[in-house]
């Protein structure tokens, strides 16, 4: 991109956006937050249940361990975390949950037993875990449930133990009220067809948006609404725009949000609703058409859409962009 260009949309950007933090929807006080925290290349992603249990998924790189302890003792000074969840033993997941153990108390702790964690950081990793007076540790089995303060976490991964690391990645199904989001660490094709269904309003696109995952038939399974990349926007050509194309050709109105250009997401939810929150500008429509074009536009779109409420046949209680989500009858067309 041209300096020019580049300079027009940034301003463009700043224009139509706060400068701090910009709400898709108006805010009110939440009871639970799921926060994405810019990590680079990597994933890091604190949880706030309504009852709140901290809870930590990953932490980046060795070296953003700092900047993720550092963000959560801003939230709470003495914070301790209830559960820490290793999806898997890659140095941008697992390197930064050193210094989490070194320097917060951490009572549950979850990874894949069928993942190998041999590096020397995943072993350290594991053997902080093992010392941490009073931690309990566990198996990150697929089907694991549990909940807290009305929120339901479940791991939705296959079972099978696979010989990738990546396709090992826990994947955690967390249903709150009318919002249900499915976080994804590495995952590609193989464990991504095994996982188990569920349609949620927001997807972490898995393995940074890598074009080995995020098949046709894992959107149509998950049904999102809106994506979440956790991704410094450069190494290994994360996201791909083959993978975001795969997105745009299910759902043009899907919306895009990502670490490198977003800063920090966070979702907040009452129950009864939910939005996202960035702390650069707001989310993004996919508009990369070819491969090896990934830009997008900023700034979010007002065109009209049309979704469906639940007839009265279903248990359903949110609006939906199909007639047929979770077997609706008689749907009602709104827009
Ligand atoms: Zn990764």
């Known amino acids: 991109m041209k300096l020019s260009k580049k300079l027009l949309s940034l301003g463009l950007a700043f224009l139509i956006s706060a400068p701090t933090y910009v709400n898709s929807y ?24 309504p009852s709140g249990d901290d809870i930590l998924i990953d932490a980046g790189t060795a070296g953003n361990g700092k900047k993720v302890v550092d963000y959560l003792k801003r939230q709470e000074k003495s914070m301790d975390l209830e559960y820490v969840i290793s ?10 949950l050193k210094y989490v153990f070194q320097n917060m108390k951490v009572k549950k702790f979850y990874y894949p037993k069928d993942a190998s964690y041999s590096t020397k950081t995943a072993k350290e990793v594991i053997d902080l ?42 994947m955690t199904y967390i249903d709150y009220g009318n919002l249900e989001v499915l976080l994804t660490g590495d995952a590609e094709n193989g464990s991504e067809s095994a996982a188990k269904k569920y349609n949620v309003d927001i997807l972490q696109m898995p393995h940074h948006g890598s074009a080995g ?26 996201p791909s725009a083959t993978a975001l194309n795969r997105y ?25 609703k939910w939005w996202i ?25 007002s065109s009209t859409k ?30």
């Open 87 to 96: 999806t898997h033993p890659d140095a941008d997941h697992v390197g930064g």
């Open 26 to 49: 108006p805010a009110t006080k939440q009871d639970m937050t799921i926060e994405f925290i810019d990590v680079g290349a990597g994933d890091a992603i604190y949880i706030e249940t």
């Open 129 to 170: 875990a093992k010392k941490e007076s009073g931690c309990k540790i566990y198996d990150a089995e697929s089907s694991t449930k549990f909940s807290s303060g009305g929120a339901k976490l479940e791991f939705v991964h296959s079972s099978k133990n696979y010989s990738s690391d990546n396709e090992d990645s826990v």
């Open 213 to 238: 995952s995020s098949s046709s038939s894992f959107i149509k399974k998950f049904d999102p609404e809106k994506i979440i990349i956790s991704t410094d926007g450069k190494k290994y050509g994360h």
């Open 248 to 272: 745009k050709n299910y759902d043009k109105n899907i919306d895009v949000y990502r670490t490198d250009r977003n800063g920090n997401i966070k979702i907040s939810a009452t129950g009864k």
């Open 306 to 335: 049309y979704v469906y409420a639940n007839g009265g046949s279903s248990s359903s209680n949110k609006y939906h962009k199909s007639a047929t989500a979770h077997g609706m009858k008689g749907a009602i067309k709104m827009s």
């Open 277 to 301: 929150n960035t702390n650069k500008y707001s989310s993004q429509k996919i508009t990369s058409t070819k491969p090896g074009s990934n830009s997008t536009s900023s700034g979010s779109s």
